[in-house]
Nanobody
Framework: QVQLVESGGGLVQAGGSLRLSCTASGLTFSSHAIGWFRRAPGKEREVVAVINWNGRSPYYRDSVKGRFTVSRDNAKNTVYLQMNRLKPEDTAVYYC?????????????????WGQGTQVTVSS
């Protein structure tokens, strides 16, 4: 059974930092792309960052470029999302997802497995 478990969310003031973790089990982690998505209240789910199997050339949505960094440790079956200089508009539930793709998929429809999400709240 595949499981993705997110952790690291919380409440932080604007300008602060958080590091999210996504730990996977039940799949060949090193052959999966991992995406971070978020859904803010009243908004559509959107992709935040994606890292492919070898960690090269990650994707970031424009609004987080220069502030967020995605990385992976295949030995620990874990992907991280380091979020710096957080803004109130980053407030959302953050999800990680896994796709057995050698590329860097940015569409949620391409992902096979999803975590339960972790809440990130940024106060102004």
């Amino acid at each position: 059974q595949v499981q993705l478990v997110e952790s690291g969310g919380g409440l932080v003031q604007a300008g602060g930092s958080l590091r999210l973790s996504c730990t996977a089990s039940g799949l060949t982690f090193s052959s999966h792309a991992i995406g971070w998505f978020r859904r803010a209240p009243g908004k559509e789910r959107e992709v935040v960052a994606v890292i492919n199997w070898n960690g090269r050339s990650p994707y970031y949505r424009d609004s987080v470029k220069g502030r967020f960094t995605v990385s992976r440790d295949n030995a620990k079956n874990t992907v991280y999302l380091q979020m710096n200089r957080l803004k109130p508009e980053d407030t959302a539930v953050y999800y990680c997802a896994a796709d057995s793709d050698w590329g860097t998929p940015v569409s949620a429809n391409e992902y096979d497995y999803w975590g339960q999400g972790t809440q990130v709240t940024v106060s102004s």
